[in-house]
């Protein structure tokens, strides 16, 4: 069994700067990905940053997001600056295997305020 632990999230002025973390416990061996996802009231769920052999983020966090990952302390992180309100959003943390199974924490909620 997988445990995805987050924390960071919280209520931000436009502008600001908050920081994801994400640490990983159990049965943790073979991670092909760890990554962060994001949904807002009304919307699907979206593919915000992603952190394997290289690293994938979503068009509208480009330049403003930084996904990292420390392998000894197994945590997937998200520095996210220059936050709009259009960020707000549960976000959730997953974790990728290499025989295709995923685990998701149980999400942490950023507010942006305008």
């Known amino acids: 069994q997988v445990q995805l632990v987050e924390s960071g999230g919280g209520l931000v002025p436009a502008g600001g700067s908050l920081r994801l973390s994400c640490a990983a416990s159990?049965?943790?061996?073979?991670?092909?990905?760890m990554g962060w996802y994001r949904q807002a009231p009304g919307k699907q769920r979206e593919l915000v940053a992603s952190?394997?052999?290289?690293?994938v983020y979503a068009d509208s966090v480009k330049g403003r997001f930084t996904i990292s990952r420390d392998n000894v302390k197994k945590t997937v992180y998200l520095q996210m600056n220059s936050l709009k309100p259009e960020d707000t959003a549960v976000y959730y943390c997953?974790?990728?295997?290499?025989?295709?199974?995923?685990?998701w924490g149980k999400g942490t909620l950023v507010t942006v305020s305008s």
């Open positions: 997953n974790v990728n295997f290499r025989n295709g199974i995923n685990y």
């Open positions: 159990g049965s943790i061996w073979n991670i092909n990905a």
């Open positions: 952190i394997s052999d290289s690293t």
